[in-house]
Every structure is written in structure tokens, then in C-alpha cells.
């Protein structure tokens, strides 16, 4: 559901009675549990055991059209935990699955939901580069995707991003040269300050 038009679903004749005391898999962005309560019950009830909605909120991210998303939920405090279990097996279906409090849900969740396409940027300049020095695209496209997707595997197998980009970085080298016209770019601080303005437009959709 486009959370967008959350208010006009819920108010469809009937749709609040079908929804009471059931479990509710949410992946609006930036609509909070409590929220999500509201709209089901009202502005002016008070949830209860009876009829509040056993509510898990989540962001997987668009791997899951291959089966390697990584899912962040959160749930309402009724939440039981059979259907905790009931949202980590469905969550998990598409890939990782990953319960975190809802305090930090909307800086992790854009961090996982917006990194994709901040990283996809950075692959399309890199790309680039490549035509400006006359390759063609499609020529070099899957050597630098899967030179990526191989790097990015190493920082879960135990390196530290940093401690990486060093070992990269050689002496007088080529690696040294590129990172440090990014770092006169402010590109590292670009990302994020983009990462840090999503999270704040998450925090707001809700009022919205």
C-alpha cells in the first residue's frame, strides 16, 4: 500500500472491522506501529488487548526479487510472539530478517531500503568513467557490478570497511589518488547527509 493513501484504504467500508485483533505485516515506509494502530481503531480509542492490531512494521529492501533482502521489522507492544515468529518466517522467505526496536527503525531502515540506490549511483559513475575513456558500457558493466558484490562480501567475512579501503589503498598508488578526489568532493559526507535526510522524511510520513 502507497502510504500515501493509507487514510482512504482505511476508511473503505468495513476494511477497520476486518483488521481487528489481527496480525498486520506493514511495509509502508515511515508509518509507525502506533500509527498504524490509530488508523485501524481511530484518533480517539484506546488500544486494548481485544482490539488492537498485532502489529510488525517492516523494510526489506529490492533483493528480495532474488531472495537476498535484508528485512528490518519492529513490532507493536502486543505483538505475541507467535506472530513474531509468523513475520520472521515470512520476512525470511525473501532473505535476512532482522528485528530491531522502533526507536532506530527509520535510520536503519533507510540505511538498507535507500543504500541500494545510493550505491547504484555510485556503480552508474563508475560506469561513466569507462564510456568517457571509450569503453563501451555493457563491455564493462558486470566486471565492475561483480568487483563490487565480491568487495562488499569481505567486510562481512571480518574486515572493517576502513581497515579495507586501506589495504586497498597502496603507497603512491591508483586507489589512493581516486579516494582522495572523492574525499575533496565531500562524497563521504554526501552520503551521509542523503542517508540522514530520508531518515528524517521517514520520521515525519507518519504526521503526514
Known amino acids: 500500500m502507497n502510504p500515501v493513501k493509507r487514510a482512504d484504504v482505511f476508511a473503505a467500508s468495513g476494511f477497520r472491522d476486518a483488521l481487528q485483533g489481527k496480525l498486520v505485516l506493514s511495509i509502508m515506509a515511515g508509518i509507525t506501529t502506533k500509527a498504524l494502530n490509530?488508523?485501524?481503531?481511530?484518533?480517539?480509542?484506546?488500544?486494548d488487548n481485544e482490539s488492537?492490531?498485532?502489529?510488525?512494521?517492516?523494510?526489506?529492501?529490492m533483493a528480495a526479487k532474488i531472495r537476498?533482502?535484508?528485512?528490518?521489522y519492529t513490532a507493536g507492544s502486543g505483538t505475541t510472539k507467535e506472530n513474531l515468529e509468523i513475520a520472521s518466517w515470512v520476512f525470511s522467505q525473501v532473505g535476512e530478517a532482522h528485528r530491531i526496536p522502533e526507536s532506530s527503525f527509520d535510520i536503519c531502515a533507510v540505511s538498507v531500503g535507500c543504500a541500494g540506490s545510493l550505491l547504484l549511483l555510485a556503480i552508474d559513475g563508475l560506469l561513466d568513467a569507462a564510456v568517457a575513456?571509450?569503453?563501451k558500457r555493457p563491455d564493462v558493466q558486470?566486471?565492475?557490478?561483480?568487483?563490487?558484490?565480491?568487495?562488499?562480501?569481505?567486510?562481512?567475512?571480518?574486515?572493517?570497511?576502513s581497515v579495507l579501503r586501506e589495504k586497498i589503498a597502496s603507497p603512491?598508488?591508483?586507489s589512493i589518488r581516486a579516494l582522495l578526489e572523492l574525499e575533496k568532493l565531500g562524497v563521504r559526507a554526501a552520503f551521509?547527509?542523503?542517508?540522514?535526510?530520508a531518515a528524517e522524511k521517514s520520521k515525519h510520513m507518519s504526521l503526514s
Open 192 to 197: 551521509t547527509t542523503a542517508i540522514m535526510a
Open 142 to 161: 558486470s566486471l565492475v557490478v561483480n568487483s563490487a558484490i565480491g568487495m562488499m562480501k569481505l567486510v562481512p567475512a571480518g574486515d572493517h570497511v
Open 68 to 72: 537476498e533482502a535484508v528485512t528490518l
Open 38 to 47: 490509530t488508523l485501524a481503531l481511530g484518533e480517539n480509542s484506546a488500544p
Open 52 to 61: 488492537a492490531l498485532q502489529c510488525v512494521h517492516a523494510m526489506p529492501n
Open 133 to 135: 575513456e571509450g569503453v
Open 172 to 174: 603512491g598508488g591508483c
